[in-house]
Nanobody
Framework: QVQLVESGGGLVQAGDSLRLSCAASGRTFNTYALAWFRQAPGLEREFVAAISGNGGRTYYADSVKGRFTISRDNAKKMMYLQMNGVKPEDTAVYYC????????????????WGQGTQVTVSS
């Protein structure tokens, strides 16, 4: 079992930077692939970025590639999403997710979810 709690969301202006954090509890944290998803009002939850259990592999949605960076600290049981050059279209509730095994972009493949943190980008 893994419990996830996101933090770091807020209201920022276009072009600003923001770092989201995801704190995890549970054993064998490094065996879980982690990911960030986001959901804007009226839209489906979409994949943002994923990272492998040991942090050696990452994958990004095209919409955030080059602007966002996903990372993890297994010793602290933490995951991060560094968001640079944010845009109004990045406005959404951001969720962290975990699954045992390899990373994937598929929302339904993740077993554990946080409660979400709101990110609002003003133009």
């Amino acid at each position: 079992q893994v419990q996830l709690v996101e933090s770091g969301g807020g209201l920022v202006q276009a072009g600003d930077s923001l770092r989201l954090s995801c704190a995890a509890s549970g054993r064998t944290f490094n065996t879980y692939a982690l990911a960030w998803f986001r959901q804007a009002p009226g839209l489906e939850r979409e994949f943002v970025a994923a990272i492998s259990g040991n942090g050696g592999r990452t994958y990004y949605a095209d919409s955030v590639k080059g602007r966002f960076t996903i990372s993890r600290d297994n010793a602290k049981k933490m995951m991060y999403l560094q968001m640079n050059g944010v845009k109004p279209e990045d406005t959404a509730v951001y969720y962290c997710a975990a699954r045992s095994g390899v990373m994937t972009t598929g929302r339904t493949r993740y077993d554990y979810w946080g409660q979400g943190t709101q990110v609002t980008v003003s133009s």
